[in-house]
DNA sequence: GGGGGAAGGACCA
DNA sequence: TTCCTGGTCCTTCCCCC
């Protein structure tokens, strides 16, 4: 990119995701696109980081090729037998009985907006911004505009583009039409986006004696009929291979490809990788320059170098595009398995701004986890600086937590960790969810109450045993009694610990006590037993495994007036509901301690800073954090979330 | 040595 | 002057048991 070796075209080599082809852009004068982009990025932040980047896949591809040229005479034939093998194996697994069609809407946004607005019809046109835009007409693609690609290089390939901006209800509302007609064909189809859908439809045919191709037209001619937009149709033996097709003749077009082992092969045999869905940039720059794979066929030639150099799982995959398998089942209903929230803005390193666009970005994702009843108990922080280097940071707590406050105050915590800097994106994402999503309000209360209810003692000792429930604030510890007794009894301990030192301890609990010159003592580790030392209240707890009540507060456990009848709620249990009693006791007690913990954050912010700048804390922290390859200037996460030694 | 958390990266739409 | 957003999966590193 742009280096001596380019001579006087240094832009030839300038490779961004926006100058691969795609559909629409045959015919388009790639050097001209090639230059104009490599003229407008050439000194920007942005260039420089791709820059960097490639040069990362270059070191990548030069430890590739010093490995390959260390397997000697005797490695091959071992790597070769294993793929063999392996290519048997996926052989053996080939599924021809399957009919899967992939339907792709033809640059959907755009067709969305031409078709409310005749207007913009014939005219090259992209929905976005000057700043990104998410999709281009075909007109547009013409002059190598595409999605993905700032608007300010689109608008200088095409100085005539008109720019809409976008609207997700508008392209919500049309891709439910078309999924009413995708069901028709499928009610389990598998939808990917708002464009794009996977449908088996082999029972259609069956059912109706049609060929995947009559198929194909029918529900092209349907969506056409019921939504006014054209999409695209591939159909094959497996949802790989339909994907490919689907692509072949864009727009407004159908590929089908038979249910027969040759046909399969003689399609893949001559297919680019690059054509693969899962086979990126990256991957195929790797395969291209170290092992000179172009097309799928060659993966097959080459399986002893991918056995040799990769992973089980990597060859497996590649192996599996060279035979052209691919899935052929439906998938289970997927569960969510993150949420996030991120925003780009203009580079700023003042820390009240970040921390108020912080609370902003909470909110949104506080609003959209309620909105799907969702509580998780992973934050991570994403950060994208002005140069573009990107970094995550993650805590995993012992509880799950779903609003705007808590989810602020850990996210502060991680962003402080990491100031000064100068940032251009924030994001949160919330993972590790609740099993049951529409549970009670607090989701510690359930926790507790399983363990109770369900009396699995085993269970219970041993996440006992290897997990503390240690929360930040409010901890809820469940302990079994001296397993000498042997009489299987579980006692409830509620501890109460500091906001600082326990919030990302995953095994045993560590206390971290702040001394009034800010100096960091670390402290025990705590299994079972643990004393607990908390200067700033100048409070001294002590926990030994049997029920105890250690809050701060001044509240009392809930008694039973008349003998049954709750203190505080007024709810009725006789004497006899002995475990129903004891976790109702144990709810009030999780309520109490939850009402203190708001108070008791804003009561130790001021600390915790002041311990986070402790000369100590360096010195503690563990070094787990990975080593920049960047080699930027990188505050370790344990800095600031510090952890004391293992006790002997 | 294996399990699992954290961090980073690839990829997709 | 200006280069997105939201999601999944995989790999690597490292700590702890």
Redesign the pocket.
């Known amino acids: 990119m742009g280096t001596t070796s380019d001579g006087d075209r240094p832009w030839q080599s300038y490779h961004?995701?926006y100058t691969n082809a795609k559909a629409g852009m045959e015919g388009v004068d790639k050097e001209k696109v090639q230059r104009i982009?490599y003229e407008?990025?050439k000194g920007?932040?942005?260039?420089e980081n791709e820059k960097r980047?490639e040069a990362?896949?270059r070191q990548?591809v030069e430890n590739l090729r010093a490995q390959c040229a260390k397997l000697t005479d005797k490695d091959m034939p071992h790597f070769q037998e294993v793929a063999n093998k392996k290519i048997l194996e996926l052989e053996a697994s080939r599924e021809l009985s399957k009919i899967w069609l992939h339907t792709d809407m033809d640059a959907f946004y755009a067709a969305v907006e031409t078709l409310e607005n005749p207007s913009l019809k014939g005219k090259p046109m992209a929905v976005g911004s000057?700043?990104?835009i998410?999709t281009a007409n075909y007109e547009a693609r013409k002059f190598g505009v595409r999605?993905?690609?700032?608007?300010?290089?689109a608008h200088k390939l095409c100085p005539d583009l008109v720019f809409v901006p976008t609207n997700f209800e508008k392209y919500t509302y049309y891709s439910e039409l078309t999924r009413k007609v995708f069901r028709r064909y499928d009610s389990d189809f598998i939808a990917?986006?708002?464009?794009?859908a996977y449908l088996n439809i082999t029972e259609y045919c069956n059912e109706r004696g049609l060929s995947g191709e009559e198929v194909a037209a029918e529900l092209r001619n349907n969506v056409y009929e019921e939504t006014g937009l054209t999409c695209s149709v591939g159909v094959a033996p497996n949802r790989l291979l339909a994907?490919v097709c689907s692509d072949i003749n864009k727009p407004n077009g159908q590929y089908i490809l038979p249910n027969d082992r040759k046909a399969v092969m003689t399609f893949i045999s001559s297919l680019p990788i690059r054509k693969?869905?899962?086979?990126?940039?990256?991957?195929?720059t790797i395969l291209k320059d170290v092992l000179g794979i172009n097309t799928c066929e060659e993966l097959l030639q080459k399986g002893a170098f991918l056995c040799a150099l990769?992973?089980?799982?990597?060859t497996d995959f590649f192996l599996s595009v060279g035979l052209g398998l691919g899935r052929t089942d439906t998938p289970e209903h997927?569960l969510?398995?993150?949420?996030?929230?991120?925003?780009?803005f203009s580079s700023t390193g003042d820390e009240p701004l970040l921390l108020q666009k912080l609370a902003d970005i909470a909110e949104?994702l506080s609003n959209?986890m309620q909105k799907e009843c969702i509580w998780g108990r992973?934050l991570?922080l994403k950060l994208k600086t002005a140069s573009f280097?990107?970094?995550?940071?993650?805590?995993?707590l012992q509880k799950f937590i779903q609003s705007k406050e808590e989810i602020l105050t850990y996210a502060s915590k991680l962003l402080k960790a990491e100031l000064p800097l100068s940032l251009?994106?924030m994001?949160l994402?919330m993972?590790q969810f609740r099993d049951d999503k529409c549970g009670p309000l607090d989701p510690r209360q359930k926790t507790l109450a399983s363990f109770v209810v369900s009396g699995d003692v085993t269970a219970s000792a041993t996440f006992s045993d290897?997990h503390q429930i240690c929360d930040a604030q409010t901890d809820l510890s469940v302990h079994r009694e001296s397993s000498a007794s042997n009489d299987d009894k579980i006692s409830l301990s509620y501890e109460k610990n500091d906001v600082l030192a326990s919030d990302?301890l995953?095994?045993?609990l560590r206390y971290a006590s702040t001394s009034a010159d800010g100096i960091e003592n670390m402290g025990n580790e705590c299994s079972g037993k643990c004393d607990y030392v908390e200067t700033e209240n100048e409070m001294i707890r002590n926990f030994s495994g049997h029920k105890t009540i250690a809050a701060s507060s001044q509240k009392t456990e809930p008694s039973w007036v008349d003998g049954y009848i709750c203190s505080i709620c007024g709810i009725e249990m006789p004497p006899s509901f002995i475990e129903e009693r004891q976790e109702h006791s144990d709810y009030h007690l999780a309520e109490m301690l939850q009402e203190e913990e708001s108070v008791y954050v804003t009561e130790h912010l001021t600390q915790e800073r002041s311990v986070r700048k402790a000369p100590q804390a360096k010195e503690n922290a563990?070094?787990?954090?990975?080593?920049?390859?960047?080699g930027g200037k990188?505050i370790p996460?344990d800095a600031f979330f510090i952890?004391g030694k293992?006790s002997l």
């Not at 920007?44 to 260039?47: C, H, P, Q, R, V």
């Not at 563990?622 to 960047?630: G, H, I, M, V």
Request: net charge positive.
């Open positions: 961004t995701a982009i407008m990025s920007s932040k942005y260039f980047k990362y896949i990548k000057m700043s990104m998410c999605a993905a690609m700032p608007g300010f290089i990917t986006s708002l464009d794009e994907k693969i869905g899962g086979i990126g940039k990256v991957t195929e990769f992973s089980h799982c990597s997927k969510r398995k993150s949420i996030s929230s991120e925003r780009t949104t959209d992973t991570t280097e990107v970094r995550t940071r993650a805590v995993s251009r994106l994001g994402r993972s290897k990302q995953s095994c045993g563990r070094k787990k954090q990975k080593t920049s390859p960047k990188h996460i952890k293992k």
